[in-house]
Every structure is written in C-alpha cells, then in structure tokens.
C-alpha cells in the first residue's frame, strides 16, 4: 500500500484556481478524504485527448477551504513559490536533469521487458496451438491406418508400415526453434519523462511567506460540508443545473443520489423553483436535496459554527 504524502499538502494557488499536480496526492484525497476534483489537463496537439483528461486536479474553493480546515492542506502561491528557480544552482539543475534520465531508462527497460514477456508468451501460445493440431491430425491419421490395415488384410506387413509411414507426427523441433533461439535486443532508447510537480528540485514550499490565506467561499460551504461530513462524494453541479452532485461512494463506484441546491434560512424561495428542482431530480433518477444553516455569518464567529446547525430537505416529484 502507497504511503501517505507529507502534510499539510500543498494546493498550488495559480490565476485564480487551486490546483494539485501530484499524483500521489490526488489518489490520497479520493481514498481518504473524499475529495475528487475535475481533471483538467490536456495537450492542445492532441484534441483527442479531451476526452480523457489528465492532471492538473482543480478543486473547488469549498474542497480547497474544506482540507484547509481540517489541517490537511495549505493554500500555496506558486508564484512566489518558484522565485527560487531563478536562482537554482547549475550543479543542482545538472543533477536534476541527470535523475530524469535515471528515470527515463529505467522506464524504457521496464517496457522492453513486458514486450519481451508478450512476444514469449504469443510464441508459447502459437506454438502450443501448433502442436495440438499436429497431435489431432497424427490421431486422425492413426485411427485411418488402422481401418485400412484391417480393411486389406491381403496386403503384406511392409505395406502396412509404409502406410502408417505416411501419418507420423510432424517433427517439431523447427516450432520450438523460435523460443530456443537467441536475438540480440536494439538498444534502449531513453523515454522522456516530464515531471508534473516542480518539487524537485525546489524544496516543498512549506515557508510561511508562500502560504496564502483560508479560501472565500460561497454561501453553500455549510451545506457542502455538511454532506461532505455524512460521507458524501461532491462535485460539481452545472450538468444537472444545481451546484453540487452528491454521491454516497466514490463516483467510479456509484451513481449520484442527490442534486443538491443550497439556500439561506430566512430567504425567500419561489415555489416554481422548488417544483423545477423536483421534475428535474426526479427526471434524472435523483433526488432534490435543497438545505442550508439556520444561522446567518453575521450571527456566529466562523463557518464551523454555521456548519452544525445545517437541515437538509429531500423533495420528489410523485407524479412522474
């Protein structure tokens, strides 16, 4: 099992959006804290790609704010925090670079080995299908003798051998020579390795000078946390014309429970509003889940406070 990375991870700050560029992080956050994000990499060459995106992770403020929260992640501004590669040393970026290639090799041996095992593998298979059809025809051809040696009786015992001369199994020493035989294997060519983090060769930002301040966040955050608290998967909404989608297990497991919509205690809500939400849940097999705190900001000292006091309302539309 991986082991968990160091915290407080770091979420790097950048034109306005939290982002996570490390793998391993973002498999932790899944696996123990219930946080998926939205992939949002791709290579402009390759449009394909869209389709299957790829890392950056871009989180939500109410994520970002709510592992901040919790002591497992600080807001990083990556602007500051890669003044220091200007003043990398040469010596530092020539080692660097040299690891790259470490890791460049061993990633093109990794690969000609796995293709070396699958090319054995495909011959083994080829070379057992050949010998089982080469056993069935010797057995077919067996049998056939056999009927015509007891159907021509007259004929004498050399006739005989001859004929059963004639259905002898195959040789298969030239099936076998293309395992036994030995090929001299091209050499490596080094695979490039593109680093998605820049630490290293920066050391982890963890100073106080890079650190940013806990996310704003909308109105919504009690109720995000609320069901985030409950063992919710969230994310975001704008599919399903709501703001989050809730989930009872991760999404690659489950299909969403709830839309979600969030309101303010005292606000005022039109009831067309309520009965579009209940259609629309209804209508995508989901449920309309509409909630918030009863207390205002300006009625308590920090959003935890507004958090425990968050009620939920589950509404469907009966007659569809």
């Known amino acids: 099992m991986e082991s968990a990375p160091s915290l407080p991870i770091s979420i790097s700050y950048v034109s306005g959006r939290y982002l996570l560029f490390s793998i391993d992080v973002v498999t932790y956050l899944r696996r123990e804290h219930n946080i998926c994000g939205v992939l949002i990499g791709t290579l402009p060459q390759i449009p394909q790609q869209n389709v299957f995106l ?16 919790k002591g497992v992640a600080c807001i990083v501004d990556e602007v500051k925090a890669h003044d220091g590669m200007r003043s990398l040393l040469e010596e530092d970026r020539r080692a660097y670079l040299r690891d790259l290639e470490t890791q460049g090799q061993l990633a093109a041996r990794i690969l000609a080995d ?5 090319r054995v593998q495909s011959l083994k298979e080829i070379d057992e ?16 003798a056999a009927e015509i040696q007891a159907t021509e009786t ?17 040789d298969e020493k030239t099936s076998t020579s293309r395992t036994t035989g030995t090929t001299t294997p091209a050499p490596l060519a080094v695979m490039a390795v593109t680093p998605t983090t820049s630490y290293p060769p920066l050391p982890e930002p963890a100073a106080a000078e890079h650190r940013l301040p806990r996310p704003d966040v909308p109105l919504s955050y009690p109720l ?31 299909h969403s429970h709830f839309i979600v919509v969030s309101a303010e205690w005292d606000e005022d809500i039109d009831l067309m509003n309520i009965v579009n939400g209940g259609r629309l ?6 449920g309309f889940l509409l909630g918030g705190p009863q207390k205002r900001r300006d009625e308590v000292e920090s959003e935890a406070d507004r958090v425990g006091t968050v009620r939920t309302f589950s509404i469907e539309w009966a007659g569809m």
């Open 54 to 69: 790829g890392l950056p992770l871009e989180l939500m403020p109410e994520e970002a704010r709510l592992l901040v929260d």
């Open 114 to 118: 796995r293709k070396e095992q699958q």
């Open 129 to 144: 299908k050949r010998a089982k059809g080469l056993a069935a025809k010797a057995a077919k051809a067996a049998q056939a």
């Open 154 to 170: 007259c004929r004498s015992s050399t006739e005989a051998e001859e004929s059963a001369s004639l259905f002898a199994p195959v």
């Open 224 to 254: 995000f946390a609320h069901l985030h608290s409950l063992g919710y998967f969230l994310s975001p909404g704008l599919r399903f014309g709501c703001q989050y989608v809730a989930y009872p297990g991760d999404p690659l497991r489950f």
């Open 281 to 286: 849940g209804t209508g995508v097999k989901k």
